[in-house]
């Protein structure tokens, strides 16, 4: 899907709102959270617009898998040993920004449930 002209992450993208960007590759974006809650905490979004991650998946599964892909990349970059992947998916899960992304967490030991 092309961009959204009311979507911070598609500002991001087309580099209309500043971020502090870490990775990127044809089809994806990385930068830091402005809000971090881990002391490594990347989002990873596709350059295209979907609201989330299972609309992306749906429409461009390997653009969906590129995430991944960016997410172990960003690890290795911030030379974490390991790090917690999440889609928050819908306002009831908290959910604030309506373009899919992934959340990469780490650089701390990390409890489980959270
Ligand atoms: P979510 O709650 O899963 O929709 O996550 C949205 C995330 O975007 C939150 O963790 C915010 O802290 C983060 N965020 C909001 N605005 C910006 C921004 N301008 N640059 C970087 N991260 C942002
Ligand atoms: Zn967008």
Redesign the pocket.
Known sequence: MSADADC?FCK?VAGD?P?TVVHETATTLA?????P?APT?V?VVPRSHHPNAAALAAAEPTVAADLLTSAQAIADAEGISGYRL???TGADA?????HA?L?VLGGETMGWPA
């Open positions: 911070l991001i709102v971020a930068f830091r959270d402005i809000n809650v905490h989002l999440v889609f928050n908290g959910q604030t920004v309506f992304h959340h």
